[in-house]
């Protein structure tokens, strides 16, 4: 029913000294409640969802953001929607903005430690994974002390023409196959 956006960059490791950067970013941008592209796509009925991912992992994984049109709206539409949203994101930036979406950030992660189950889970995969348990805490303490001028450093990576895009358009609709007896199917 919908036209699906996908653009991706590579994304951090567990020991890139940006993965604090690069999920920030995909936070502010798309964020499905605070992020820009819920305010400029979703709220003004372009699109129906936006959300995004830059999770560091062991070995260069993608960084996502993923549009979802709402029905009816053509490609064409919104294409030059999330275009249009993009280029003006730097602007719309401001520190007062980064900080509310940094505590907006860290009061889930915070919260999602609070069950032992998560937290347990949490401390496994980044033993496994990262080689050391309190990676994610001290995570959390390097995506406090990003600054604007961090993310607006880091931005065009994001914008760069070497990202990829996706996107997915729904089937165009056919005629029904016709019987023997000409009724259709």
């Known amino acids: 029913e919908t036209v699906f956006i996908a653009d991706a960059v590579f994304g951090p490791t567990y020991d890139d000294r940006h993965a604090a950067v690069e999920r920030l970013i995909a936070n502010l ?105 309190a990676w994610d805490l001290a995570f959390l303490a390097k995506v406090q002390n990003v600054t604007l001028a961090d993310v607006r450093a880091r931005w065009p990576y994001w914008a760069t023409s070497a990202r990829t895009r996706v996107i997915l358009e729904p089937a165009k609709a056919t005629a029904p196959l016709a019987t023997k007896k000409g009724a259709a199917k």
């Open 29 to 133: 941008l798309a964020d499905g409640k605070l992020g820009y592209l819920a305010a400029q796509l979703v709220e003004t009925g372009i699109a129906k969802s936006v959300s995004g991912d830059a999770d560091p992992s062991m070995d260069r994984d993608l960084s996502t953001v993923i549009v979802v049109g709402n029905p009816g709206v053509s490609r064409a539409r919104l294409e030059a929607a999330y275009d249009a949203a993009r280029e003006k994101f730097p602007s719309w930036l401001t520190a007062q903005r980064l900080e509310s979406l940094k505590l907006y950030y860290l009061a889930g992660q915070w919260e999602s430690l609070r069950d032992p189950l998560h937290l347990a889970m949490q401390t496994a995969h980044a033993a496994a994974t990262a080689g050391d348990p």
